[in-house]
Structure formats: C-alpha cells, structure tokens
C-alpha cells in the first residue's frame, strides 16, 4: 500500500494517494500497528505540505518523529524527520528547520550512506529554492527584498553549502551537485568559489546550457564590481 501511495502521490494523483494513505492511519490505529499509524499519518502531512497547508501538515506529523526515534525506526525517522524539515521550512523557522534536517542526515548516514548524499542534495536544493508563507499567506520573495530577507538567504545558501559539501564527499563526479554548490555559493557572495564549482559542473557535463549562462553572469557581474 505504502509503495502504491506513492506511486499515486509522485504522478500527481493526491486524491488517491491520500485515500491510501488515510486507509493506513486508520487500519493502523485500529490493529494498534503503530508503524502504519505514523507512516500513513507522514504521507497524508507531505500532501497537505504541497498543498500549502502548514498548518494541517504541522499537526498530522505531531508525535511521528518522536514515536519512530522511540521505537528505533531508523529509515521512517529520517524520512519524517525531513518532512518535519520541509513543514518548517516553509513556514520561516529556518533554525528549527535545520535542526530536523540534520538529525535527518545524521540517522540516514546510519542507514545507507549514499541516500544520506541523495539526502543532502534534496534538502540543499530545497534550502536554495523554496518560498516561505507569512501569516498572510505570501511569501517573502513577493516583496521588495529588506535587510532581514538578505540575511535570511544568505543564512539559508550557509545551510545548503554545508549539506552539498558533505553530498560531494560520495558523489564527486555529480554535475548537479556542483551546479548546485554553486548557487549556494554565489547566493552567499562567495563568486570565485562559485565560479570553480560551475566551471567542475561544466566540466563533468559539458555543453550544460544553464551552466554556461551562470558562469558568463558571473564573470559580467565580477567585471562590473571592479
């Protein structure tokens, strides 16, 4: 049922994907099998998640780290764990958020330490691009940017150079990777740094056309700051 639902859920399927996941929860509570309670309860919070409903995803992952931590659970922890992540990503609590990401990284390693790589990427990428929801219903990027908001991203890229740093350790040869350090890197000010992880994406993919661009803006922007 678990892999079903997310076959429906990675198809764009939600209804059904929920329908799944709830019919988990629920058999779950009543066989008192808490392993399909929480999973049910994690896939019904990342749903509510993409739906951009924070507080709804908030409280459905309420207790499902802690049950799995306590249980020693080590791949649904980490997998919950990130989710919890995500939620407080996207709510601003950029701290908090980091604090579940690594303990998330730190469990995976445990488990397979090429998914803790894939891990760091993930959360990395999610670092350099989601939007974070005000109380009223916005996200910070829809405003002109103030001091608070720079150091906010630049805080966030610190994060996410961090995690790809620790990602390239076992995936030396990945051009995304390297792309994706470099954002972070450029996004933190750090532009020669920036410039030799693109110019290894590049090298590692050539002919990348996104890449090309960002080290030709660079360049122009470097050229301009003299």
Same mark, same amino acid.
């Given at each position: 049922?678990?892999?079903?639902?997310?076959?429906?859920?990675?198809?764009?399927?939600?209804?059904?994907?929920?329908?799944?996941?709830?019919?988990?929860?629920?058999?779950?509570?009543?066989?008192?099998?808490?392993?399909?309670?929480?999973?049910?309860?994690?896939?019904? %919070?990342?749903?509510?998640?993409?739906?951009? *409903?924070?507080?709804?995803?908030?409280?459905?992952?309420?207790?499902?780290?802690?049950?799995?931590?306590?249980?020693?659970?080590?791949?649904?922890?980490?997998? %919950?764990?990130?989710?919890?992540? *995500?939620?407080?990503?996207?709510?601003?609590?950029?701290?908090?958020?980091?604090?579940?990401?690594?303990?998330?990284?730190?469990?995976?390693?445990?488990?397979?330490?090429?998914?803790?790589?894939?891990?760091?990427?993930?959360?990395?990428?999610?670092?350099?691009?989601?939007?974070?929801?005000?109380?009223?219903?916005?996200?910070?990027?829809?405003?002109?940017?103030?001091?608070? *908001?720079?150091?906010?991203?630049?805080?966030?890229?610190?994060?996410?150079?961090?995690?790809?740093?620790?990602?390239?350790?076992?995936?030396? *040869?990945?051009?995304?990777?390297?792309?994706?350090?470099?954002?972070?890197?450029?996004?933190?000010?750090?532009?020669?740094?920036?410039?030799?992880?693109?110019?290894?994406?590049?090298?590692?993919?050539?002919?990348?056309?996104?890449?090309?661009?960002?080290?030709?803006?660079?360049?122009?922007?470097?050229?301009?700051?003299?």
């Amino acid at each position: 049922v678990l892999f079903r639902s997310s076959i429906y859920l990675a198809r764009g399927d939600e209804l059904t994907a929920h329908s799944l996941y709830s019919g988990m929860e629920q058999i779950g509570k009543r066989i008192g099998h808490g392993r399909l309670e929480h999973v049910g309860r994690a896939g019904r %919070a990342e749903i509510w998640l993409g739906r951009g *409903d924070l507080p709804h995803a908030e409280r459905l992952l309420e207790g499902t780290p802690d049950f799995f931590r306590a249980t020693g659970m080590k791949e649904p922890l980490w997998r %919950a764990l990130k989710l919890q992540g *995500d939620i407080r990503l996207a709510q601003g609590n950029i701290r908090l958020a980091m604090s579940s990401y690594l303990e998330a990284v730190e469990i995976s390693a445990q488990v397979d330490v090429v998914q803790q790589a894939a891990l760091c990427r993930d959360i990395a990428e999610r670092l350099l691009t989601v939007r974070e929801h005000t109380s009223a219903g916005f996200t910070i990027h829809d405003f002109q940017p103030r001091v608070s *908001d720079l150091n906010r991203s630049r805080t966030r890229a610190g994060y996410a150079i961090e995690l790809l740093r620790r990602a390239a350790l076992f995936n030396a *040869d990945s051009p995304e990777i390297q792309f994706l350090l470099g954002t972070a890197l450029e996004a933190f000010g750090n532009y020669n740094e920036a410039l030799a992880s693109y110019r290894r994406a590049l090298l590692l993919q050539p002919e990348w056309a996104d890449v090309e661009v960002r080290i030709a803006e660079l360049l122009l922007r470097q050229e301009e700051d003299l």
